[in-house]
């Protein structure tokens, strides 16, 4: 049994008529890192806030070891929460801070000390217990903030864009001191974030969300490597797309006629509309004369960045641009902008979804 269940969950603000989150199943199984990735207004958050109990569901049941919790008030759920504004009490030390889902819980005087203390050399901020949030970097407050959610020792952590405020280096650091825990800690976390490769460093599994339901839930590795559709695909990694009419399960007609071959994913019925995803790493630049699986592009732009080299294209016959990721030494000589150069791919690269 799964340690919490959605089933069927559905939630529609007051004064709104489409669903923030639209019949939602999701089982979470214990000690699972699992990430809910999506773009904006997709309705992570609400997902979030339903678990731990800020939201009431519209519809629709969460079950945690089988057991409905709707009722539940969310210092009773198990579920300790760090939210994406650090919300750090401003006029309290680290240490209060760090203690307060302690005196809600009413545990004796006695444990605080010791579990606060646990709590914060977890985090590595001992040093640090006597300072006021502002008296702290970023980086560190948002170490508070996760020590405040884990100090209870809950079942699940739940976590919502915590390292959004975060510059690059801070936030894969963080990146690692979450991973961390997850391993010594052994406890369930759910990750809202809108960044894929954060979701992808992070997760067990990756549940893709658009419009307030679940396009894929899958292990990263997965998603990149066999997307269900082209919003996955376009959302997970870099992606080029085109579009055409199936011609058979695995060829893929052009509006000017040429044909492309690819894997198809799912039934794709012949005739109707139809899109080639195909990730910029599988493209390479074709032979002079190669035509099966090529197309003629105008070169826009050629970008060295450092470990490849990133092409910009224009294919011939549409207006679509595709971008391309090569080797540094797979750059023909003399290439420049404004030629024309056939770009080339394998089959078993491409997928095929119909439309
Ligand atoms: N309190 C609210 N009242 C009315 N509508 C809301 C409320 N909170 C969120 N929404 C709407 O519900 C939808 C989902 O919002 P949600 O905050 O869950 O998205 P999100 O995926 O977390 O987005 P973001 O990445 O921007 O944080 C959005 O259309 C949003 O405008
Ligand atoms: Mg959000």
Known sequence: MALIEFDRLRKVYPGSTAPAVDDLNLHIEAGEFLTLL??????KTTTLMLLAGFEVPSAGTIRLDGRPIEALPPHKRDMGVVFQSYSLFPHMTVEQNVAFPLSVRKVPASAVREKVAAALDKVRLTHLAQRRPQQLSGGQQQRVALARALVFEPRVV????????????????MQLEIRRLHRELGVTMVFVTHDQSEAMTLSDRVAVFNQGRI????????????????????FIGDNNLLSGEAESDSTLRL?????????????????QGATLCLRPEHLRVASPGEADNALQATLLDAIHQGDHWRLVAQLHGSQVTWFAKLAPGALPQGLVPGQTLGLAFRREDAWLFAQ
């Open 158 to 173: 739940l976590l919502d864009e915590p390292l959004s405020a975060l510059d690059k280096k801070l936030r894969e650091e």
């Open 255 to 271: 509006p000017g006629g040429a044909c492309l071959h690819g894997r198809a994913a799912g039934a794709l019925p012949r005739g």
């Open 215 to 234: 396009e894929q839930l899958a292990a990263p590795q997965r998603l990149y490597d066999a997307p269900a559709n082209p919003f996955v695909a376009g």
């Open 38 to 43: 999506g773009p904006s207004g997709s309705g």
